[in-house]
């Protein structure tokens, strides 16, 4: 009877696509959040990759970090890509920052790498400015260079400037500085004052780097020609 092996075939294909179902609803279970067998098959209908989702919520577990499954499932959806963000994640609390699963996922979503953000919120940045050129109102000419320390926010990471745009204010504001001194033999003297202007002025404002300071790398300057 042609039936019987249609039974069969039947059969091992349903065991075949059962066995993976079990495992994954006894895992869901053992990571604390159980699933049952519709919501396992909503979500492969979905497009989920449940061991992926599973993977990041077991990484998070073995950290104490608590993150539901269901928002490691709509990042996953939305990217594709769970390790940048759990890794963030994880950096953060190994630094001692205070940063949420969501905050995370919205710096992954907006480009940023959040793992070296995390270490530079941490440990912060020391930059030094490319050289920065101008003349002063005597028409002496000056070059600066400008060392800043700069600390990540992450509560100011989303829809904010980076690195480029604080040392490009700071370059900016040197410059005008610079126009305004009355003569360059002013500023050599006064190196510390210029700098301590420059860090007053709120120049990371819109950023996601707060200034910690800014000091003088270095400075050159030479009387206007005759």
């Given at each position: ?16 696509i059962?066995?993976p179902?079990?495992k ?22 979905r497009g989920?990759?449940?061991?992926a ?15 539901p ?6 990042h996953?959806?939305?990217?594709r890509?769970?390790?940048?963000v759990?890794?963030?994640?994880i ?11 969501e905050?995370?996922?919205a ?10 953000d ?6 912060p940045?020391e930059?030094?400015?490319?050289e920065?050129?101008?003349?002063t ?6 070059r600066?260079?400008l ?5 990540f ?7 904010a400037?980076?690195?480029?745009f ?5 370059c ?10 009355e003569?360059?033999?002013?500023l ?12 007053e002025?709120?120049?990371?404002a819109g ?6 300071w ?13």
């Open positions: 009877m042609i039936w019987i092996p249609l039974v069969f075939i039947v059969a091992i294909v349903v065991i075949l059962a066995i179902q079990v994954r609803k006894m895992r869901s279970e053992r990571l604390g959040c159980p699933l049952s067998h519709p919501q396992l098959l909503g979500m492969s209908l989920v990759d449940i061991n989702v599973f993977d990041a919520k077991q990484r998070l577990d073995e950290e104490a970090i608590d993150v499954l269901k928002a490691i499932e709509v996953h959806l939305a990217t890509d769970l390790g940048p759990v890794e963030g994640v950096e953060a609390k190994t630094q001692g920052v205070n940063l949420t699963w905050k995370a996922c710096m992954h979503i907006a480009g940023r790498d959040i793992k070296a995390i270490e530079a919120a941490g440990r940045k930059i030094i400015t490319p920065i050129t101008g003349r109102m005597d028409g002496g000419g000056v600066v260079k060392k800043l320390k700069l600390r926010v992450p509560e100011r990471a989303v829809g400037g980076g690195e480029t604080v040392v490009e204010r700071v900016a504001a040197a410059e005008a500085d610079i126009a305004r001194s003569s360059y033999e002013f050599l003297q006064r190196q510390s004052t210029f700098a301590r202007r420059i860090f002025r709120g120049l990371d950023s996601a780097f707060k200034i910690e800014v000091d003088v790398e270095e400075m050159t300057a030479e009387k206007a020609e005759e």
